[in-house]
């Protein structure tokens, strides 16, 4: 399970208020709206990045809810969300600055520190999910994907290279 994003619609199952934009009581942590992202991929496999002119982030209380703007509700910049898409709202943690810093003195409050820890946690979960060393090396020396599909494959150009399957349905139709 991936922590710094959640996919909707991955059975083809968005719901009518998802397909008009709205994903409430959204359960994603984050340290600033900013951080937020949304990615549509659609049935040809075509990913859209939302520009944050291309949805709200509405906070009120503890509940995150964004709204995309689509055709149905009126806002600008409209992106149309069908029921086989994709959505997938992430955040994104920015690194190069902290999110609080202390001084000798200071009065420490917990939503200073836990802004502190969770900038580090955040940033740390982001990598995970991003697959930044996912394909780790097992005891015997070689790659392990833990049973996932590696897509992407070149065609090889030595003889221990892998190969995508086109590349090898290719070599038994063809010879």
């Given at each position: 399970m991936a922590n710094s994003y959640i996919d909707y619609g991955?059975?083809?199952d968005l719901s009518t208020d998802q397909r008009d934009g709205d994903f409430n009581n959204v359960t994603l942590d984050y340290i600033n709206t900013d951080d937020i992202y949304i990615i549509r991929t659609d049935a040809s496999d075509v990913k859209t990045t939302l520009t944050s002119s291309q949805f709200t982030v509405t906070v009120v209380g503890s509940v995150t809810n964004i709204q995309i703007h689509t055709p149905a509700n009126g806002l600008a910049n409209p992106i149309t969300i069908a029921?086989?898409?994709l959505i997938r709202i992430g955040r994104t943690t920015g690194i190069d600055s902290l999110t609080r810093?202390?001084?000798d003195g200071s009065v420490l409050k917990a939503s200073d520190l836990n802004a502190?820890?969770?900038?580090?946690l955040f940033a740390l979960q982001e990598r995970a999910d991003a697959g930044v060393n996912s394909l780790p090396t097992d005891t015997d020396g070689k790659f392990d994907a833990g049973g996932k599909v590696i897509?992407?494959?070149?065609e090889g150009t030595d003889y221990y290279d892998s190969v995508n399957k086109g590349y090898v349905?290719?070599?038994n139709l063809y010879g």
């Amino acid at each position: 399970m991936a922590n710094s994003y959640i996919d909707y619609g991955l059975a083809g199952d968005l719901s009518t208020d998802q397909r008009d934009g709205d994903f409430n009581n959204v359960t994603l942590d984050y340290i600033n709206t900013d951080d937020i992202y949304i990615i549509r991929t659609d049935a040809s496999d075509v990913k859209t990045t939302l520009t944050s002119s291309q949805f709200t982030v509405t906070v009120v209380g503890s509940v995150t809810n964004i709204q995309i703007h689509t055709p149905a509700n009126g806002l600008a910049n409209p992106i149309t969300i069908a029921a086989t898409d994709l959505i997938r709202i992430g955040r994104t943690t920015g690194i190069d600055s902290l999110t609080r810093e202390f001084t000798d003195g200071s009065v420490l409050k917990a939503s200073d520190l836990n802004a502190a820890n969770n900038q580090m946690l955040f940033a740390l979960q982001e990598r995970a999910d991003a697959g930044v060393n996912s394909l780790p090396t097992d005891t015997d020396g070689k790659f392990d994907a833990g049973g996932k599909v590696i897509k992407n494959l070149g065609e090889g150009t030595d003889y221990y290279d892998s190969v995508n399957k086109g590349y090898v349905d290719d070599l038994n139709l063809y010879g």
